[in-house]
């Protein structure tokens, strides 16, 4: 009885441990609303010309990206379950995207924010064993304090945890200007949440003065995207609606120069030759 005792003892001890650190575990827990807040309170801010060290070793300016579209995601290569997972993913998205809009319209960049070990070796392993071989697409970490201005820049926040890193699946798409335009969130996204906002600004600030920019400004107004298709199809429910917009424009301008021309006339007419006193 008093060995059974002493068991008993020793496990109580045990699983009140345990309850200690799952309490400690929840308390130190990112919080979900808070995470989304600092999110959004990134859209439209634009990052930092910061320098990291791509997987090769070699110096990457964030600066260079700027006049294309870039897509940041964000794991640490030691991460075993949702980075790999959100990668696969990631590599679906980005050949589709590839597809539709071309490879060389976008690019694409995997960030490793555990500082400490995310070396270039380790980047080079984790690019070897995802498959990642897109010719538009890198992985790059970089000092603490780099990280850390980066990580703020784009909105992202995480917290050591047991055997890792606790941390949203993010993936920000960053504009043109170096502009972050929106966060996409899950590591398995529907298509047309990452699809979208890539149709925005890839084609949004087109050269409307070119045959291309033409093309791509047709492309942005009138077409959606389609996943079980998995191409953009003509909307013609936005055709509809720019064509009565692009009418009213005329009818308007039409009547504006008709009142200007009555104007004219009226004022013409009002200033005619006098009889001679």
Not at 42 to 64: M, N, Y
Not at 73 to 93: E, G, K, N
Not at 138 to 165: N, V
Request: with cysteine.
């Amino acid at each position: 009885m008093r060995r059974w005792s002493g068991t008993a003892a020793l496990l109580a001890v045990a699983l009140a441990f345990v309850g200690a650190r799952a309490s400690a575990a929840e308390r130190d827990a990112l919080d979900p609303s808070s995470v989304m807040a600092q999110g959004r309170q990134a859209i439209g801010r634009t990052i930092g010309d910061h320098v990291l060290i791509d997987a090769a070793g070699k110096p990457l300016a964030l600066r260079d990206y700027r006049g294309k579209p870039l897509v940041i995601s964000l794991v640490y290569t030691s991460c075993s379950s949702v980075c790999p997972a959100t990668t696969q993913h990631m590599i679906d998205a980005v050949t589709e995207a590839g597809r539709v809009f071309g490879p060389d319209r976008f690019a694409v960049l995997t960030v490793g924010f555990d500082a400490r070990n995310d070396t270039p070796a380790h980047l080079a392993q984790f690019a070897a064993t995802q498959g990642i071989k897109l010719p538009n697409w890198r992985l790059a970490s970089g000092s603490s304090a780099t990280i850390a201005a980066l990580l703020d820049d784009l909105g992202f926040s995480f917290r050591a945890a047991a055997g890792g890193f606790d941390h949203p699946a993010q993936t920000t798409i960053v504009d043109r200007d170096g502009k972050v335009y929106r966060h996409v969130y899950g590591d398995e996204f529907p298509l047309p949440m990452f699809m979208e906002p890539m149709k925005d600004v890839v084609f949004g600030t087109a050269n409307s003065f070119s045959f291309a920019g033409i093309a791509d400004r047709i492309r942005f107004i009138c077409t959606a995207y389609d996943p079980g298709l998995r191409r953009y199809r003509i909307d013609y429910g936005l055709v509809l609606g720019g064509t009565m917009g692009a009418l009213s424009l005329v009818v308007m301008a039409g009547l504006i120069a008709r009142e200007w021309l009555r104007s004219a006339r009226l004022t013409g007419a009002g200033k005619g030759p006098r009889g001679a006193s």
